[in-house]
């Protein structure tokens, strides 16, 4: 269909499309005019904003999380430090030289470790040497323009006290470079070659909680990668300030830095340096737990370290003294020493033996200071026999004929059972690394590990905590809690809460129970007088050592055998290696109970002598702080 318009509509329709000719002229002529200025009146100009500077996006570290006691207590901080950082692609053989004789170190040694930092793009700064000193610094800012390529970044370094990190050493863990390995997992994601990451303890488990994010800051740059976006690098350039702008657009669309959330430990701080001082000069360790909740109220193992070493980048020397030091100061021995139980061990047999009624409370076997089985004789601690006694009688005096009666009764499998029920061999779980699970024998084992069948005598070893048995502290830890608990293990646990940046709450642990109720209320009554007997009664093997005028304890001694070479000497005469483990397991005070204990000390002789004396000292020095607060 023809469209037939008048004339006055037609010269409308002429006009408007003038109207829009002139404008896209008019347009188009202000681009040209535009191009002209750029390309001939500002070439100079932009030559030197093209070749001359860039915008370059900057890393900004994090602040880590601090870690605290259950008091708040400060035990791992953060301070400022600064690193040296490089540009590889603004470096110069001249920059590499001076900073090389800035660092005490050599060109070749610098390239190096440039070269094993270096990230993905040569625009990425990388860095060369960390937590430099105040002369340092001052060193490297007076040369920064002779050193196009070079500068010094504020860093988070993390902070440890002399008045408590080394009592909490091992629970802290400590601080190290991150290595390749690392970098290609998906749980270090974001990180980058030079980064420190926690290596062990809290440090390691609670890494990305306490790392936090980076950020990401824009600055100008000239070619030879100084920072002219200060506002006193703005002037001597025309146009200088329009860069400053753009700056400033990009950084309302840069990364925000994300700091680390802090850690709240359920350690107790005071109760850690007691059971420290307690323990100088020897080899073991302490557990501490509340056994209502299962936090764990101190950790200590002996010897410690002192983490401030690893503040910063850990020398060759003080690595190998550390690594090397027959004491083994970098051992956790409350997670991952792993010993015979010796006699502690008695307390679980005399719950499987009750449960699975095989002997009742007043069951009463004869010791005379033997026990003979296919010809083969097992002999009691005490040579001369304890003649007829019952089940609280053969606690109370630790007589090894009566358990090697009830293990006999009970047999290998029955005592396995029991033993993981009680949450031995296996790991506990508090979220630190290098956990061990110990061992907890039985036919199958042996079956698989030797190729051998099971032998009656092999029982009565495990009966007293003997034989392959190992278990660790930690996991000792679990019987008095069990028995000061009625029977109810609660999970043990380190970390009480996590914190964000303005102290708030973010996550809280909740207690929970590790198992059911392994035994009944017969039982229960049964294991907490026996226990208090052996601190009390006058035959009591922790009567002498352990019984305290301040808190009534009940307890358990267990000297466990290492060499039968040296057996009936006395201490001073057996070399080191050769003598007995010293254990010591309680809870207090008895009549209501609050915390179970474990005290070991590796190769210190007696379980009640050495073990129950520093046990007992622990709870009343313990004792005496909580009281005089109130």
């Known amino acids: 269909m023809a469209l037939h318009l ?32 750029l390309q001939v009146v500002q070439r100079d100009l932009w030559n030197v904003y093209a070749n001359e500077n860039q915008i370059r996006s900057v ?14 207590g400060v035990l791992a901080d953060v301070r400022q430090g600064c690193n040296v950082m490089v540009v590889p692609a603004d470096l110069t053989d001249a920059s ?52 196009p ?138 557990v501490v737990v509340d056994v209502k909740t299962g936090e764990i109220l101190a950790l200590l193992s002996s010897p410690g370290y002192d983490p401030k070493i690893f503040e910063s980048k850990v020398s060759p020397e003080d690595w190998k003294s550390l690594a090397d030091s027959p004491e083994k100061p970098l051992l956790n021995r409350a997670i991952a020493g792993a010993y015979p139980p010796g006699s502690i061990f008695k307390i679980v047999m005399a719950a499987a033996g009750l449960e699975e009624q095989v002997i009742r409370p007043t069951t009463t076997f004869k010791c005379e200071g033997y026990y003979t089985i296919k010809d083969t004789r097992f002999g009691c601690w005490n040579k001369y026999g304890h003649g007829s006694l019952d089940l609280y009688r053969a606690l109370t005096e630790s007589c090894d ?130 226990m208090e007997m052996v601190v009390e009664d006058p035959k009591g093997t922790a009567r002498k050592h352990a019984h305290s005028d301040l808190i009534r304890i009940a307890g358990k001694t267990g000297t466990a055998e290492v060499s039968k070479r040296y057996q009936g000497r006395p201490i001073e005469e057996v070399p080191y290696k050769y003598r007995d483990h010293a254990w010591f397991i309680a809870y207090a005070p008895a009549e209501a109970p609050r915390i179970a204990m474990v005290v070991m000390v590796e190769h210190g002789g007696s379980g009640g002598a050495i073990a129950g004396v520093i046990a007992r000292q622990i709870i009343e020095d313990y004792y005496l702080t909580k009281r005089d607060e109130g």
């Not at 006009?15 to 535009?34: D, E, H, K, P, Q």
């Not at 025309?238 to 802090?262: A, T």
């Open 59 to 72: 890393r900004v570290p994090a602040n880590r999380g601090k870690i605290y006691d259950r008091n708040h």
């Open 96 to 147: 590499v030289q001076k900073l090389a004789g800035i660092l005490d170190s050599t060109t070749s040694e610098l390239r190096a470790r440039i070269k094993k930092n270096r990230a993905w793009s040569p625009f990425i700064a990388v860095k060369v040497a960390e937590d430099i000193s105040p002369v340092t610094l001052l060193r490297v800012e007076e040369n920064k323009i002779a050193m």
């Open 401 to 530: 004929v009566y358990f090697y009666m009830l293990g006999e009764k009970l047999g290998i499998d029955k005592i396995s059972e029991w033993s993981r029920k009680f949450g031995l061999g296996k790991e506990v779980g508090i979220g630190l690394e290098g956990e061990r699970s110990g061992l907890i024998p039985d036919k199958e084992w042996k079956r698989a590990r030797f190729n051998k069948p099971w032998y009656p005598g092999e029982t009565l070893h495990v009966s007293i905590g003997q034989g392959w048995m190992l278990i660790t502290p930690l996991q000792a830890v679990l019987i008095p809690a069990a028995a000061a608990n009625d029977g109810v293990i609660m999970k043990p646990q380190l970390i009480h809460h996590f914190e964000n940046a303005r102290n708030e709450p973010v996550s809280v642990y909740k207690p929970q129970a590790l198992t059911g109720e392994l035994y009944g209320p017969g039982t229960a009554r049964v294991l907490r007088t026996s």
């Open 6 to 37: 008048s004339e006055l509509e037609r010269q409308i329709l002429r006009n408007r499309l003038t109207v829009w000719l002139y404008l896209a002229l008019g347009a188009f002529g202000l681009l040209v005019i535009r191009f002209w200025i």
């Open 149 to 286: 390529g070079v500068s010094v970044e504020e860093y988070p370094v993390r902070k440890y006290y002399e008045d408590s990190a080394p009592f909490v050493s091992h629970v802290l863990g400590y601080m190290g470079e991150i290595t390749p390995e690392m970098l290609t997992s998906p749980e270090f994601a974001g990180y980058r070659p030079g980064d420190r990451v926690g290596r062990t303890g809290v440090e390691r488990t609670m890494e990305r909680t306490l790392h936090g994010w980076a950020g990401v800051a824009f600055k100008l740059v000239d070619a030879r990668g100084r920072d002219l976006s200060t506002e006193a690098g703005t002037g001597g350039l025309p146009g200088r300030l329009d860069y400053s702008k753009r700056i400033r657009e990009l950084e309302e669309m840069s990364r925000p830095v994300s700091p680390g959330n802090s850690v709240v430990l359920t350690i107790d701080l005071e109760l850690q340096r007691i059971a420290a001082g307690h323990m100088e000069g020897k080899r073991g360790s302490v």
